[in-house]
């Protein structure tokens, strides 16, 4: 059996819907399941023979490290040391720019109006918290926050640029290769939200120039909700304090000639940012995912979406839809964005026939490796079914 139809029978929401909405959630996987499962099991286990260490004991840690690594593989890390887990997206990019201490008197960073919250909201409250500026763009048609309009207002008080590679509300990718490439000649610090990229296509932040990776599992990971990770480069990790504070393989206290003090052993050591009690349950489905896309192939991944992407991008165009989203790989991941007037009956017809895809500021559909040929034609149905009436 093909690879895809595998791990298609591996979501039962694929079973009960037509499902194109991975890039609001997966949908929940039996083997994310089996995961949690796995974990109290190594838990009774370990606690039984005595294998200290916290929550989830030897087994667990053992886990999260060979995870990390995973995790370098995912993003195009050097080093697990490299790596931290998250409970989201939005915390890992609050890590970088409440904890940054390389921005001084003047300085900004730079973000657009059309970022999902998680980017936009930290950008500002980070700004207010510590007395930068920052400074938010308005993208070519409000909808295309492209390399070249950071780089045109790019100005040296510009210490950091904060951005999702693909956007959450129309599927458009930015290129990071050409960002990067001017933030490191401008010694500028390329901080990315990867939700939206991540399991979906490649990703190579050491070659790209990007400075830190933030993403979360219950996308393209195919993982659950409440675990994510940091990856951030070793010189951007070195300036970066933590925020708050928890005993851990990197950080404790101690008394000192002045008193008692917070030490960190390795301030390139990402374990910094992390609490004393990880969601242990969640760590192991993220594992569960990861694995999932690594033993697939990424690339094989990409090849795959992009070829059920053009059969629903080239169906709308023929029905007289044009979507938002662009049609070349450069500039889209795995969503399609549109909107039609016939929006309502789009909505009820899509509900009837159990089709499950995002109606926000516009209509988007979604891919995953999990979707095959026969999601793509009972969408168009529906959707000439709309249009013809």
Not at 331 to 345: G, H, L, M, N, Y
Request: aromatic share 10%.
């Amino acid at each position: 059996m093909d690879a895809f139809e595998n791990v298609r029978r591996q979501f039962p929401v694929c079973q009960s819907s037509t499902y194109l909405d991975c890039a609001y959630d997966c949908g929940g996987s039996l083997f994310s399941r089996a995961s949690a499962e796995e974990y109290y099991n190594d838990w009774h286990k370990a606690a039984a023979k005595g294998l200290k260490g916290g929550p989830g004991r030897q087994p667990f840690f053992d886990r999260a490290e060979a995870l990390r690594q995973k995790i370098c593989t995912l993003t195009g890390g050097q080093s697990p040391r490299e790596v931290c887990f998250t409970r989201n997206t939005n915390e890992g990019i609050n890590h970088i720019l409440l904890g940054f201490q390389g921005f001084g008197p003047g300085s900004a960073v730079m973000t657009s109006s059309i970022e999902h919250p998680s980017v936009l909201m930290p950008c500002i409250n980070a700004s207010h918290m510590r007395g930068f500026e920052c400074i938010v763009l308005e993208p070519e048609n409000s909808e295309y926050p492209t390399a070249q309009m950071y780089m045109k207002a790019w100005t040296p008080r510009v210490k950091m640029i904060v951005l999702s590679h693909v956007q959450s509300s129309n599927g458009y990718k930015t290129d990071l290769e050409a960002l990067g490439a001017f933030c490191r000649e401008k010694g500028v610090w390329l901080v990315v939200d990867a939700i939206q990229s991540l399991g979906f296509g490649p990703f190579d932040a050491s070659k790209w120039g990007v400075s830190a990776v933030s993403a979360a599992g219950y996308k393209g990971l195919m993982a659950c909700e409440s675990t994510g990770f940091l990856w951030c480069r070793r010189d951007l990790l070195e300036m970066t304090a933590p925020t708050y504070t928890a005993a851990g393989f990197v950080m404790g206290s101690q008394r000192g000639e002045k008193g008692w003090e917070i030490t960190c052993r390795d301030k390139k050591d990402a374990r910094k940012f992390e609490n004393s009690s990880l969601d242990a349950p969640g760590i192991y489905s993220l594992d569960a995912g990861i694995s999932c896309v690594l033993g697939l192939g990424v690339n094989n991944i990409s090849e795959h979406i992009r070829g059920l992407y053009d059969v629903l991008y080239n169906g709308l165009l023929d029905l007289g839809i044009t979507p938002v989203t662009p049609l070349s790989p450069c500039e889209s991941c795995a969503s399609i964005a549109f909107d039609t007037p016939k929006r309502p009956q789009l909505q009820e017809i899509f509900e009837k026939r159990n089709i499950s895809c995002s109606f926000s500021r516009l209509i988007r559909l979604s891919l995953g490796a999990f979707n095959n040929e026969e999601d793509i034609k009972a969408v168009l149905s529906a959707v000439k079914e709309v249009l013809e009436e």
